[in-house]
């Protein structure tokens, strides 16, 4: 990503917009934070200004200006109208925000997006942008639309699994990913557990934070790249698949932690939807060991002789990442 002053005005318009939004109590406001978010993040994702990043900003504008558009109406009908349907607008209105942060069934164009931009902006798109819209849904929907937030979770948790078992690009295995996550995020905010899902959004946010450095300093965009990876850092080849397998929860690592942690939530009261969003997250772990073995059985590269891991920008991310992954095995020794 380039520092220039310009980009530098647009993170922090980015940043204090998603602020405005999740602590305003006016749909207005909330309305106005995500659109200057919008416009704040388009620019990032032109920085090269190549056709592919053109044609996911217009495709990321056309679908955030549809929720928008969908969220703007529902919320002036629940607003002035006292003959309108309160669950059905309610509906609409958690169906412009599921639109905007891509979850299924609206989910088409945030794989599409993730494909044609860089890595950097795709972490962006993964975390932050989706933070907004998720607290609005976690403080304000989940009173009125428990059982759809459910079914919304459970639908998100099988379509990201079986869906990203079939796909070769690492940015659309990555998207797909995120909304295996995001079912299981919606269903802790379908608890009104607003604490866990908060906890949940930031592990996997430092979770994906070293995968999508390490992949955007060394180009890699399929999974037949890593060869590329290990002849040019040979550590990564114990690194990165820890660090995926974290990901996909694979117990003891870190990433089990927020799925322990909803399992105790959500065994009693909700069992079946439980059982669904394991059965999705056992298919998200399936394509992370696929890359897993790929990467480790394929042969490699003798390693580049000029470049040494430890004066890598992202080190710093790195040693964060590997410090994570000890979390999970010393809680169950405590």
């Known amino acids: ?11 922090i318009i980015m940043t204090m917009s998603s602020i405005m939004a999740m602590s305003s109590s006016n749909w207005m406001f909330m309305w106005a934070g995500m659109e200057l978010n919008l416009l704040s993040f388009i620019p990032l994702i032109m920085l090269t200004n190549s056709n592919q990043e053109t044609e996911a900003a217009i495709k990321y504008f056309l679908a955030q200006a549809l929720g928008s558009s969908i969220m703007l109406m529902s919320s002036l009908s629940l607003w002035f109208s006292s003959s309108a349907p309160m669950n059905f ?3 609409i209105l958690l169906m412009s925000l599921i ?5 299924a069934p609206c989910h088409l164009w945030y794989p599409s997006v993730m494909t044609s931009i860089s890595w950097m902006s795709c972490f ?10 998720l607290m609005i849904i976690t403080f304000v929907m989940t009173g009125t639309s428990t059982n759809i937030l459910l079914f919304l979770g459970a639908m998100n948790a099988l379509i990201g699994g079986a869906i990203g078992m ?9 998207a797909y990913s995120s909304i295996t996550h995001m079912g299981w995020m919606i269903s802790l905010a379908a608890m009104n557990k607003f604490i866990p899902t908060i906890i949940y959004f930031l592990l996997y946010s430092m979770l994906i934070a070293p995968i999508f450095l390490i992949f955007q300093k060394f180009s890699i965009s399929t999974s037949a790249g890593m060869n590329k990876l290990m002849s040019k850092a040979p550590i990564l080849q114990a690194l990165i698949p820890i660090m995926l397998l974290s990901l996909g929860g694979l117990p003891p690592l870190t990433g089990f932690i927020p799925k322990w942690m909803t399992i105790e939530i959500m065994s009693q009261s909700n069992p079946y939807i439980l059982l669904v969003l394991i059965m999705g997250a056992m298919m998200n772990l399936y394509f992370y060991l696929n890359i897993t ?7 490699t590269l003798s390693p580049h002789p000029h470049l040494s891991f430890m004066h890598m920008p992202m080190n710093y991310w790195m040693v964060t990442s590997i410090s994570l992954l000890l979390l999970t095995p010393v809680l169950m020794l405590i």
């Not at 962006?124 to 819209?133: E, F």
């Not at 073995?293 to 042969?299: G, I, K, T, V």
Request: hydrophobic share 50%; charged share 5%.
């Open 1 to 11: 990503m380039l520092y220039t002053p310009f980009n530098f005005m647009c993170i």
């Open 89 to 91: 607008m309610s509906s």
């Open 99 to 103: 639109l905007k942060i891509g979850m």
């Open 124 to 133: 962006i798109l993964s975390t932050w942008q989706k933070l907004a819209p």
């Open 166 to 174: 079939n796909q070769v690009h690492l940015r659309t295995i990555m």
């Open 293 to 299: 073995f790929n990467m480790l059985l394929s042969p």
